[in-house]
């Protein structure tokens, strides 16, 4: 079992270094099978001292000013959240990038920048953060069970894909979005 980034444990899949894995799914995803464990749109996460902070919904051409705080260049998530600043006419202004949750959530509570991050994450963040839906365009977020397509798998490994599926499936996470 390994912890990694998506971009990480899909090039493992792909290459044969492990059967399986949860990552990001990605655009092109054709040499994939998977299976879609959480759809969720990302919010933004500001502290609770922000201009933004009371606003019910943000656009993200409003947030051509602001400094972002971001996973580093392993996680798709980060990929997703400069493509979609950029796809709305913006070039982030990254003033810091970390692997870890707990310091993205420091560095926005201490005023230092804001992120987006998917609305299950968001929604339990600290009191002194706060999470505000993006609108205009809403940035989706697809967490997915992979593993390579036409792959020779044990039996094992197909018993517990097929396992996971029922399982996961069945209780699929859907978060409210943002603070409802």
């Given at each position: 079992m390994e912890e990694d980034g998506s971009k990480a444990i899909e090039e493992k899949v792909m290459k044969g270094q492990l059967d399986f894995g949860v990552a990001v799914l990605p655009d092109e995803h054709a040499s994939l099978d998977y299976y879609s464990i959480i759809e969720e749109k990302l919010c933004l996460v500001?502290?609770?001292?922000?201009?933004?902070?009371?606003?019910k919904q943000v656009a993200l051409s409003e947030l051509e000013a602001e400094h972002f705080i971001m996973f580093t260049q392993d996680f798709s998530l980060r990929n997703i959240v400069v493509t979609a600043l950029r796809n709305a006419g913006l070039e982030p202004k990254i003033v810091?990038?970390?692997?870890?949750?707990d310091f993205i959530e420091?560095?926005?509570?201490?005023?230092?920048?804001?992120?987006?991050?998917?609305?299950?994450?968001?929604?339990?963040?600290?009191?002194?953060?706060?999470a505000v839906e993006v609108k205009d365009p809403h940035v989706e977020w697809n967490l997915a069970f992979i593993w390579k397509k036409n792959a020779h798998l044990s039996q094992v490994a197909r018993r517990f894909i097929q396992f996971t599926h029922d399982k996961l499936i069945e209780k699929t996470y859907h978060a409210p979005y943002c603070d409802e």
């Open positions: 500001v502290p609770d001292i922000h201009q933004l902070a009371h606003q810091s990038e970390t692997s870890q949750l420091e560095m926005i509570a201490a005023n230092l920048g804001i992120t987006l991050l998917p609305e299950s994450v968001a929604n339990k963040l600290p009191d002194h953060l706060v």
